[in-house]
């Protein structure tokens, strides 16, 4: 689990392909901290295991999947990257609960300044929207940010000089492609009022069963 605020910038030493998947080496001034081997590590806002390390580097598998639904298959020597560590239960939660599980892929279709801000506005897929609301978190490359303005197949986002200096962000232009997540909690109360069966036998949360259960 972590938590959307990015604690470094990694360059990619390299992308070694393995067929379908990847092994990932990335410099970062994260290995000169207590780094461990098997830890989990957001690359980008994709959560991935380190596998190996060294006084500059730090290694990570990428599985086919990673590779079909996130940007880091386009990774190149040299670039950039978003890194953060798994959240300890001793931080300060000061972004939003991040899994580390990519939804899908989005478009920047729009960068404009905005007095002391920059607004990027993103294109994603039809089915994912739903789970984007005003006011509402969303991860972007690993990125804790507010949800501004939702329509149709796009949403926007105020991006503050700290963290555009802070970040890959700062790099992205209209036509750039961004690992999205959505808030989880969205997730699970759709599956609860979606009405599947459990194991109990219990059937869907509607009007009904909260009034059965004492909350109406």
């Not at 360059?11 to 393995?18: C, F, G, M, W």
């Not at 759709?190 to 909350?215: H, I, M, P, S, Y």
Request: aromatic share 6%.
């Amino acid at each position: 689990m972590f938590t959307g605020l990015i604690q470094s910038v990694g360059k990619v030493h390299n992308l070694k392909r393995q067929g379908d998947s990847a092994q990932l080496q990335i410099v970062s001034s994260l290995v000169d901290a207590d780094l461990r081997l098997g830890e989990s590590i957001a690359v980008n806002g994709a959560c991935l295991t380190v596998t190996a390390w060294d006084k500059s580097y730090f290694s990570v598998d990428v599985s086919p999947e990673t590779m079909n639904c996130t940007t880091l298959g386009k990774l190149r020597p040299n670039q950039l990257v978003n890194l953060e560590r798994a959240l300890s239960l001793a931080d300060r939660l000061g972004g939003h609960l991040v899994s580390g599980h990519i939804d899908c892929i989005a478009t920047v279709r729009r960068r404009y300044q905005d007095q002391n801000a920059i607004r990027f506005e993103f294109v994603v897929p039809r089915e994912v929207m739903r789970y984007l609301v005003e006011k509402g978190s969303v991860a972007i490359d690993g990125i804790s940010l507010t949800v501004n303005r939702v329509e149709h197949d796009m949403f926007s986002v105020a991006v503050i000089p700290h963290s555009l200096e802070k970040t890959t962000l700062n790099l992205c232009r209209e036509g750039s492609q961004v690992n999205i997540e959505t808030d989880l909690l969205g997730r699970y109360v759709e599956r609860l009022l979606l009405g599947e069966k459990t194991t109990q036998g219990q059937g869907e949360v509607d009007f009904d069963f909260l009034a059965k259960n004492g909350f109406l």
